[in-house]
């Protein structure tokens, strides 16, 4: 089974809520998306994506199958690091171990550097979320360092681990 990425549609709300609505997703993601979290979230969401600014925000949804299995989003940050983003991503737990998320991010990472003179996207997962960091690591991101005492997560304090991956000059 092999990945794509897209531009989100409306008609995703259904498969992205269902997909997202899960706690064991949500411990490894920023906080501010509710939980349960609802078809009307999706449509919020998808909606706010369709909304943003093209040259800043570049949101897909992640689809197996003719299905929504997941999101990934490069942000471009501002000022002096405006040709730097950040990168965010989740795959819906059936999917996990599959290759998709790895998949995914190089997919979206390609497409950004394609397209836009952002010269690096970092990401910053949990220290404990082994398997996103094996992610980062399988589609050419480097390790760059731990981020001690970074976030609170689930009122726990938590390192977290800067990846970076750097487009690369001819």
């Given at each position: ?46 909606t706010a994506m369709h909304q943003a600014d093209k040259s800043e925000t ?113």
């Amino acid at each position: 089974m092999e990945c794509k990425i897209r531009e989100w549609k409306i008609e995703d709300a259904s498969e992205l809520a269902e997909m997202l609505n899960n706690k064991k997703i949500l411990d490894n993601l920023r906080d501010g998306l509710p939980y349960p979290y609802t078809k009307k979230d999706a449509a919020e969401y998808i909606t706010a994506m369709h909304q943003a600014d093209k040259s800043e925000t570049f949101a897909f949804a992640i689809t197996a199958d003719g299905r929504v299995i997941g999101s990934i989003g490069i942000f471009r940050c501002s000022n002096i690091h405006s040709r730097t983003a950040e990168m965010g991503y989740y795959i819906g737990e059936p999917y996990w171990g599959k290759g998709m998320a790895t998949s995914a991010v190089k997919q979206a990472c390609r497409h950004v550097f394609a397209n836009t003179d952002i010269i690096r996207i970092f990401a910053e997962p949990f220290a404990y979320n082994t398997a996103s960091c094996r992610v980062l690591e399988k589609a050419g991101f480097q390790f760059e360092g731990l981020l001690r005492s970074n976030a609170v997560k689930n009122g726990q304090v938590q390192d977290m681990k800067m990846y970076a991956m750097v487009r690369k000059t001819e």
